[in-house]
């Protein structure tokens, strides 16, 4: 089994670095102070309770990144490379591809988390926003309210209808005064979401858990089999180096149900696919669910507005899925693999017109020399 090249694999390594910076950064952006926004002492929106929390910091690490990290090495051994394509390969080139398999889900649940982390931390200190216990956190000086005014037209009414600055707090402790300001949007919804619904997401990629779907065309014998024959089970961009009898599908029944039904027929397109059994729906649903769990509450220990909840899930669910297809096939055409290499003259970086990453005349070069994974293309 050859060794894929160097600059393929520093490429891959600049990947990983990059990922680590991002969350570098995000991490020392809670070090910085974050905006302080004016604020009123009669706001009943920022009233509510100083608590302490059910989900800590630590145990969202552990339930958002650690527990799905594990989770995705466990199946990727359990399940790649499979059965059926096993049998095609040597023990080598079988735990190269696990290999690869088991780096592109841990890579996406880290871009996922590190991504989410970035922007939301950053938006934390650039909004500034109060929570929701604030002024639990604050305990504002009720007898010196004049000195901190900073806008309002309440005077006439009362003293205290009245905009002020953070002066007013008595809170000795700097941590907690600024960690009131990082309401907008929700950490622990966006880091949640990002790595619990990857993991969904990476969970329904390896089961085959998605809705059917039809073809775009009208089904025949001869398209079914060129379809097979075109996604193979190697994560791979083209049907590279396996032999034209080891097509994984069997589609004598198919071309039989064909050849007696008109391309155009409910018979032959009801046939084309089938539902998954629904027990893979808990499978598929249990990250999201532990993910809404954990955002609800920070809604309801008082730590974040209704909208700030919602903001930080959206950013979450944004990155679980940029980070997926960042990585891996589409879950209704990939069958449960990750995209393949980047070609090595172009590990680092393509021109205007080249086209993409995959360099298809050194893939077929490579593989009719050393075949699809010795070629260096796990």
């Not at 890579?107 to 002024?135: E, H």
């Not at 900073?150 to 007013?168: K, Y």
């Not at 990857?198 to 073809?215: R, W």
Request: net charge positive; charged share 15%.
């Amino acid at each position: 089994m050859a060794r894929p090249p160097i600059a393929l694999i520093l490429s891959y390594v600049l990947d990983w670095l990059v990922i680590i910076v991002i969350a570098a950064i995000a991490g020392g952006l809670n070090f910085v102070k974050p905006n302080h926004r004016p604020f009123s002492l009669l706001d009943l929106d920022i009233s509510y309770p100083y608590i302490g929390e059910t989900i800590s910091t630590g145990t969202l690490a552990v339930v958002s990144l650690i527990a799905p990290a594990i989770i995705i090495l466990i199946v990727v051994g359990a399940l790649v490379p499979g059965p059926r394509i096993s049998r095609t390969l040597s023990r080598g080139q079988a735990f190269q591809l696990k290999l690869w398999e088991f780096e592109k889900g841990w890579a996406g649940l880290a871009l996922a988390v590190a991504t989410a982390f970035f922007i939301t931390q950053g938006s934390k200190n650039l909004f500034g926003k109060p929570r929701p216990d604030f002024l639990g956190r604050c305990q504002p000086d009720l007898t010196n309210i004049a000195a901190h005014v900073v806008g309002g037209l309440g005077q006439d009414i009362s003293s205290r209808w009245t905009l002020v600055n953070s002066g007013i707090c008595t809170q000795a402790n700097t941590a907690v005064l600024n960690d009131g300001f990082r309401s907008f949007p929700s950490g622990h919804s966006s880091f949640s979401w990002a790595g619990l619904l990857y993991l969904s997401l990476f969970l329904c990629s390896k089961f085959s858990i998605a809705i059917p779907y039809l073809p775009l065309q009208p089904t025949t014998a001869d398209s079914m089999t060129r379809q097979r024959n075109e996604h193979e089970l190697l994560p791979l961009h083209q049907n590279r180096g396996v032999s034209g009898d080891s097509n994984i599908h069997d589609t004598t029944g198919e071309a039989a149900l064909v050849g007696k039904q008109p391309a155009h027929s409910p018979v032959t397109i009801r046939n084309y696919a089938a539902s998954p059994p629904n027990y893979t729906i808990i499978l598929a649903f249990f990250p999201v669910a532990v993910a809404i769990y954990i955002s609800s509450t920070r809604y309801s220990q008082f730590y974040h507005h209704g909208f700030d909840v919602i903001s930080g899930s959206l950013i979450g669910i944004a990155t679980a899925i940029l980070a997926f297809r960042w990585y891996h096939l589409p879950l209704s055409r990939g069958q449960g693999w990750a995209w393949g290499p980047r070609s090595v003259n172009r590990a680092f970086g393509i021109g205007v017109g080249t086209g993409g990453y995959v360099d298809h005349a050194e893939v077929r070069n490579e593989t009719v020399r050393n075949g699809d994974v010795e070629a260096g293309r796990v």
